[in-house]
């Protein structure tokens, strides 16, 4: 039986999904073309009439990560979602998680396509930020937004990685989130000097 264009499509856009889960849970390295298919439910042999190479496949799995974390963050002020970022339960959910703390180490050895997709991956991300800590601007003076968002970013990153590098159960894993979060918070709502 003939596949359709629109078949053709939504399989590959399962694909996709299914890769974007599959790479913030395991890493890039973690994850084989046949486990990956396996996983999206087609054979093996059928990767390379949607894909060209793995090395496509994760950058287009790294914007189908950033957009779905969009999404997720989507009404969220910046207090909203550094306390969401900053909780156990995106800590303890790697697969459904941010795309930038699951894989920004192994991006960093990847293709230059996988790295633009995380430059404009992150880059909506601070922008997003941007907007929210914009919106609770009401002191009458101009913020270093981009600053501001781009310390925020590297500090909650930082906290999610080191705190998933612990074992789940110890103390020191939820330390970390909690000491970041409070001073994260802390510093979102003091005026940036200008």
Do not use: W
């Amino acid at each position: 039986m003939k596949v359709t264009k629109a078949q053709m499509q939504a399989n590959r856009a399962h694909i996709v999904k299914t890769a974007s889960h599959l790479f913030r849970e395991r890493g890039y390295d973690g994850v084989g073309i046949a486990d990956l298919m396996g996983a999206a439910g087609f054979t093996h042999g059928g990767f390379y009439k949607h894909f060209g190479s793995k090395a496509d496949l994760m950058a287009e799995a790294a914007r189908c990560g950033f957009e779905q974390g969009a999404a997720k963050a989507e009404g969220f002020d910046a207090q909203a979602f550094v306390s969401y970022y900053l909780s156990r339960k995106h800590r303890d959910d790697r697969a459904d998680g941010c795309t930038v703390a699951a894989l920004s180490g192994d991006a960093a050895r990847q293709a230059e396509t996988t790295k633009q997709a995380f430059a404009a991956g992150i880059e909506s991300l601070l922008q997003g930020l941007e907007d929210g800590v914009g919106a609770q601007d009401d002191s009458g003076r101009e913020r270093d937004l981009r600053s501001r968002s781009i310390d925020t970013i590297a500090q909650v990153v930082g906290a999610l990685v080191l705190s998933r590098a612990c074992p789940d159960d110890s103390p020191l894993a939820d330390e970390i989130l909690d000491v970041c979060r409070a001073t994260v918070l802390s510093r979102l709502t003091m005026p940036v000097d200008e």
